[in-house]
């Protein structure tokens, strides 16, 4: 079985760019949820997204943006992009979003401004 | 809110135990979660303890003490491959934010 797939694996954008990034949950998965992680630090909660609806927003600007669509797949938008957006964005899939459940990560894109 | 608290670095000899400590500071609480992250990889899932006590999985085994706020990752007969971020996370206090992270603990393992 897959596990969680993103895609691009890595990217360098420009300040002021926009930049889309995607991920595809584990198959029978339909919660979805984004981080973000700076070197050095933890995973950063983003967003939340459980049968196509926002669950949960973490302290993110609107800047950053989400969706999930009907096959269950997720979207993270992010806008006029600034050099501390550089990071790895990290997408978790469960199969609720029940506390206790165990989340599986994909490998994450690399996202570089410049 | 939550909040999490774990060394910043640990350095082990090949072979050797090693304890990882965690302290949590939280607004209820719903489990507590160990990951393994080597680096530029996804954090992969090793443990998840809601009740008091040490859970064995393995070289690997991971206790709670609900309170006094605390858990350690604990880590036997040390491999290279070891060598990796442990990060301790709970989930957030409104139920809707999936997991709150440490800020990670990264282990060497020397020869």
């Known amino acids: 079985d897959a596990g969680v797939t993103q895609s691009p694996t890595h990217l360098i954008k420009t300040r002021g760019q926009h930049v889309t990034l995607r991920c595809s949950p584990i198959s029978g998965h339909k919660s979805v949820s984004w981080y973000q992680q700076v070197l050095g630090q933890g995973p950063q909660f983003i967003f939340q997204y459980y049968e196509k609806e926002e669950r949960g927003r973490g302290n993110f600007p609107d800047r950053f943006s989400a969706r999930q669509f009907p096959n269950y797949s997720s979207e993270l938008n992010v806008n006029a992009l600034l050099l501390g957006d550089s990071a790895l964005y990290l997408c978790a899939s469960n199969h609720s979003p029940t506390t206790g459940t165990e989340a599986f990560f994909g490998q994450g894109t690399r996202l570089t401004v410049v | 809110g939550q909040n999490i608290d774990q060394p910043t670095e640990m350095t082990a000899t090949e072979g050797a135990i090693v304890q990882i400590n965690c302290t949590y500071q939280t607004s209820g609480f719903n489990g507590l979660f160990w990951y393994q992250q080597h680096a530029g990889e996804a954090p992969t899932f090793l443990s998840y303890?809601?009740?008091?006590g040490l859970e064995e999985k393995g070289r690997f085994s991971s206790f709670l003490s609900r309170s006094k706020g605390y858990s350690y990752l604990l880590l036997k007969e040390l491999q290279m491959k070891d060598s990796a971020s442990y990060l301790c996370?709970?989930?957030?206090?409104?139920?809707?934010?999936?997991?709150?992270f440490g800020k990670g603990t990264r282990l060497s393992v020397i020869a």
């Open positions: 303890n809601v009740l008091d």
């Open positions: 996370a709970v989930p957030g206090a409104s139920g809707n934010t999936p997991l709150v």
